[in-house]
């Protein structure tokens, strides 16, 4: 079975400074996709960024980069310049790809961003 | 392109009463996953739909059943509510379902079952 483990229950970041997030998840499979999504105090879930196992190089989406590391199964998530907004609670979650879309969550990480 | 919706957003029932909410995905989505979210057990998949059909389901009771629409909307049942059923259910929507499928997720229907 797949599991996904987040061991930050929670983290907190300074105001501009940066800010990691740890994940690291368990598979027997070669074909997956990873994520992080972010969910505010308005209990939206929103997509952060997104990993294709296949591909070595790590994603970037602005302020957001991840640091997968494929035969550790580890997927990292580093905030840089950390925002008041960026306070929210974090999942890392897993995907494979060869079969039906079926998302497997961590147990989150909830980040503080004192000013 | 408007985002996934879901209603209504909050809703109270007490022991025994059943209960439907409802999830319209992304326009142009075809597959539907429903998800609960609880403090003691994270974030569960409960099943997702594509084509009318329940493609995929995760370990809840029979009490817990959905079902789709040819316009893609779903539904979510919950009969005979129990105090354990109060949480937060996420409705998901993506492109096929697949894998490679980023799943995009509605606001959330608030649930408490006194």
């Known amino acids: 079975a797949q599991t996904v483990t987040q061991s930050q229950p929670e983290m907190s970041v300074q105001e501009a400074e940066t800010v990691t997030l740890s994940c690291t998840y368990d598979t027997s499979e070669s074909d997956y996709y990873l994520f992080w999504y972010k969910q505010p105090p308005s209990r939206q879930m929103i997509l952060v960024i997104r990993q294709e196992a296949y591909k070595q190089q790590n994603a970037t989406e602005n302020r957001f980069s991840v640091n997968f590391q494929k035969a550790a199964k580890s997927f990292s998530l580093k905030i840089s310049d950390s925002q008041l907004g960026d306070a929210a609670m974090y999942f890392c979650?897993?995907?494979?790809?060869?079969?039906?879309?079926?998302?497997?969550f961590g147990r989150g990480t909830q980040l503080t961003v004192w000013p | 392109k408007a985002g996934v919706t879901q209603t209504p957003r909050y809703l109270i029932k007490t022991r025994g009463q059943q209960v439907t909410l409802s999830c319209s995905p992304i326009s142009g989505h075809r597959s539907v996953s429903w998800y609960q979210q609880t403090p003691g057990q994270g974030l569960q998949f409960l099943f997702e739909y594509f084509s009318e059909t329940q493609r995929n389901k995760g370990n809840f009771p029979g009490r817990f059943s959905g079902r789709q629409f040819s316009n893609s909307r779903s539904e979510m049942n919950v009969s005979t509510l129990e105090l354990g059923d109060s949480a937060l259910y996420l409705c998901?929507?993506?492109?096929?379902?697949?894998?490679?499928?980023?799943?995009?997720f509605g606001p959330g229907t608030r649930l408490t079952v006194l």
């Open positions: 998901a929507s993506a492109r096929e379902g697949r894998g490679r499928d980023t799943q995009y």
């Open positions: 979650a897993y995907n494979r790809g060869s079969t039906l879309g079926r998302l497997y």
